[in-house]
């Protein structure tokens, strides 16, 4: 078995930066990024990218992600920043205490290349570049569409983040983060879709692709259909709900690879590696008839709920497990 | 009746539709140099200096409330940073490791639960005995709620989140006591979070039982709930020991008060009438028009208005605007009323 450290991104600002980036952009809804910034605070930005794949590459994890510190909107970030979408009010990110600007399609999804332009600068830095996107499912579901027919929606936002793939720089993953199949599971027929969006997006790259779902599990046929997607290995959440993630794996199986959520993205108790491996170790003996390609090993959440000392504990018990299996390997 | 001590003597109408704020007021900007001074280490503005200006600045902003004409005031929360953060300062048990994102460049110093939480100094007495020398109005007091306390930290020490809001309300408990001793009899519980998880009304249901019991008969209980979709809360929420639910509805044009007229509100309603997002001060005609949704959910002598949250993101002429035309819509619909103008049914609080 293959383990390979990895987070899903969207890291926490440094202290230094949030202070200077508040201090240059503004406080409120109109401060926040809108994708054609430059000068002062384009460098900011530059120098916040720089240090969080350092921090990753010193922790020692396998892949590291750029760390979407521009992601104002998290999630919706990519929609945010485009041509063709208006964000309009402040909406509460799921059942977090955090929000974005809900942006409001309001024409054509064309490729932007904003993701693009930022692994392209991260890549300068590593040669374990880890790509990150929303879900087709989950940008969907974060939006609103004034443009297209309702029932065209999610495809078109599966085209538009295939194209934004199709722009990348190379990349050894991509992981596309879909809490929304967990959160606002898809429906009958709509599950299948979702699969098939992801699918569409998952083609656009020769890496392998993990579909990443967090805050709970999967309901067993939106599993079942996920499965049907080609995607290299789907990504289950064994902080917020261990049960349910075991029956799905043990009852339907799942891909050749597997990614584990173990330590808590939004918890400041930092797991120690001993604890990461022995729960690597507890799953395995409770899939005695899965044989892994790889395992990614990961947080649940992406990571920026966390303060900045937290988070880069996180990483170094991460890093630990990694050396460890490079030994026991 | 618990409410008619809030009525002013020399309250001019018959009908007595009760006006507050939520609690949060926006600073003085002085108050915010006079921090960053306390807080900076090589300055010799000490702790002493610290309190003296915010002590002035609770004398500034209860006579604002005040001119303003406000029922029941509030100091304003004016030594408050967060509504999370300066009670976990309070609060044996409780870590900080820095700050973490709310939305864009808005953050707070989430704080961790590292060990069992306990009582250790006062929170808020000195807070409320400070400002109700300063008027002969009825002060107000917001205090955090346990489940907000336990949600909006970092658990590292329960086992679940259940036992950490339970072990809170307690400590909420021991210093609503101490505050109802002092002489509070409005206290105001702040569970924004509930908006957040609704599955959970259950258990902050539990947590206010245990506040609730044994309480001096004459204190009148509110509960403030914010930014969420209230159909997932309610009806349930009115078993909940409390005597006025403070609703935040002005933010989304009344489009959810729906839930409220379909299933009978059997409790008080404290309603919110201006938007507090919004930086312009409504009209009073327009207050006016809010004021008749509530009068559509309860019958005015169960009707309290205020702002849908908290003021202190507003520019304080625009606060001051808010609540003074506020006051000045809620005199005229009581008069109205009392004319016979607007028809309105009349019943007793069932909470009283």
Same mark, same amino acid.
Not at chain 1, 1 to 25: C, F
Not at chain 1, 29 to 57: F, P, S
């Given at each position: ?40 605070? =384009?460098? =900011? ?27 104002? $909107? ?89 194209? &934004? ?33 992801? $699918? ?36 289950? $959440? ?54 892994? $390609? ?7 959440? &992406? ?27 | ?6 009525? #002013? ?23 915010? #140099? ?25 004398? +500034? ?38 700050? +973490? ?6 953050y707070f110093d989430k704080p961790s639960v590292t060990r069992e939480v306990a009582y250790d100094e006062s929170w808020l007495v000195d807070e409320y005995e400070f400002a109700a020398e300063l008027t002969d109005r009825p002060v107000k007091v917001p205090i955090t709620g346990p489940y907000t306390l336990a949600n909006w930290s970092f658990n590292e020490a329960y086992e679940t989140e259940e036992e950490l809001v339970y072990d809170l309300a307690d400590l909420v408990n021991e210093e609503i006591e101490k505050l109802v001793d002092a002489g509070a009899r409005y206290i105001q ?42 159909? #997932? ?120």
């Open positions: 078995m293959t383990v390979v450290t990895t987070t899903p991104g969207l890291y926490p600002l440094p202290d230094w930066a949030k202070e200077a980036l508040s201090g240059l952009k503004g406080h409120q809804k109109h401060d926040l990024i809108g994708g054609d910034e430059g000068g002062e605070i =384009a460098d =900011a930005y530059g120098d916040v990218r720089e240090e969080l794949l350092v921090d990753q590459t010193e922790a020692g994890l396998d892949l590291v992600t750029e760390g979407q510190a521009r992601w104002d $909107d998290m999630l919706a970030h990519p929609l945010a920043v485009h041509d063709n979408v208006e964000t309009r009010g402040i909406v509460r990110y799921y059942d977090n205490n955090n929000f974005y600007r809900d942006p409001v399609v309001t024409g054509e999804l064309t490729e932007s290349g904003d993701v693009a332009r930022e692994l392209e600068a991260a890549s300068e830095f590593t040669d374990s570049l880890q790509a990150v996107l929303p879900g087709p499912y989950s940008l969907a579901d974060l939006a609103s569409n004034e443009h297209y027919r309702e029932d065209d929606f999610l495809d078109a936002v599966a085209e538009f983040l295939a194209g &934004e793939v199709e722009a990348f720089p190379a990349h050894e993953t991509l992981f596309l983060l879909e809490p929304s199949l967990v959160e606002n599971a898809p429906g009958d027929g709509e599950d299948e879709r979702a699969s098939e969006a992801i $699918d569409r997006v998952a083609a656009a790259t020769d890496a392998e692709v993990v579909v990443h779902t967090y805050w709970g599990a999967l309901e067993e046929k939106v599993h079942a259909h996920l499965l049907d997607a080609d995607v290299d290995a789907i990504g289950y $959440d064994f902080v917020s709900d261990v049960d349910d993630n075991l029956y799905n794996i043990q009852e339907y199986g799942t891909k050749d690879s597997v990614a584990l959520g173990l330590l808590d993205g939004q918890n400041t108790r930092v797991e120690s590696p001993e604890t990461i491996a022995e729960r690597i170790d507890w799953i395995g003996e409770r899939l005695p008839a899965q044989e892994f $390609d790889t395992t990614y090993v990961t947080t649940n959440t &992406e990571l920026f709920y966390l303060p900045e000392n937290k988070y880069k504990e996180k990483l170094a018990a991460l890093g630990e497990v990694a050396a460890r299996t490079e030994v026991t390997a | 009746m618990k409410r008619d001590q809030f009525r #002013r003597p020399d309250h001019a109408n018959e009908t007595f539709i009760m006006t507050t704020v939520v609690g949060s007021y926006p600073k003085p900007k002085w108050l915010h #140099r006079v921090r960053d001074l306390w807080e900076d280490e090589e300055s010799d503005f000490d702790d002493e200096n610290w309190d003296e200006a915010t002590d002035d600045a609770a004398r +500034v902003i209860t006579d604002e409330h005040e001119r303003a004409g406000l029922d029941v005031l509030v100091d304003g929360e004016v030594r408050r940073n967060e509504m999370v953060e300066f009670f976990a300062h309070r609060i044996e048990g409780y870590e900080f490791n820095g700050p +973490v994102k709310v939305w864009g460049h808005n519980i702040d569970e924004p979070a509930l908006a957040t998880t609704p599955d959970d009304h259950a258990i902050v249901g539990e947590a206010l039982e245990r506040i609730a019991e044994d309480i001096h008969e004459d204190v009148y209980l509110g509960l403030h709930v914010c930014y969420g979709d209230y159909s #997932r809360i309610y009806p349930e929420i009115l078993d909940y020991p409390v005597d006025e639910y403070d609703l935040e509805l002005a933010n989304g044009d009344y489009e959810q008060l729906d839930v409220f007229t379909d299933h009978e509100f059997t409790g008080n309603l404290a309603l919110g009438v201006t938007d507090v997002h919004v930086a312009e001060v409504e009209s009073v005609a327009e207050i006016k028009e809010n004021i008749k949704k509530g009068l559509e959910v309860v019958p005015a002598d169960r009707l309290t208005i205020s702002p849908d949250c908290g003021l202190k993101l507003l520019p304080r002429d625009v606060a001051y605007g808010k609540m003074a035309n506020m006051v000045q819509a809620a005199r005229e619909i009581e008069a109205e009323i009392d004319r016979g103008e607007i028809e309105v049914s009349r019943t007793p609080a069932s909470a009283d």
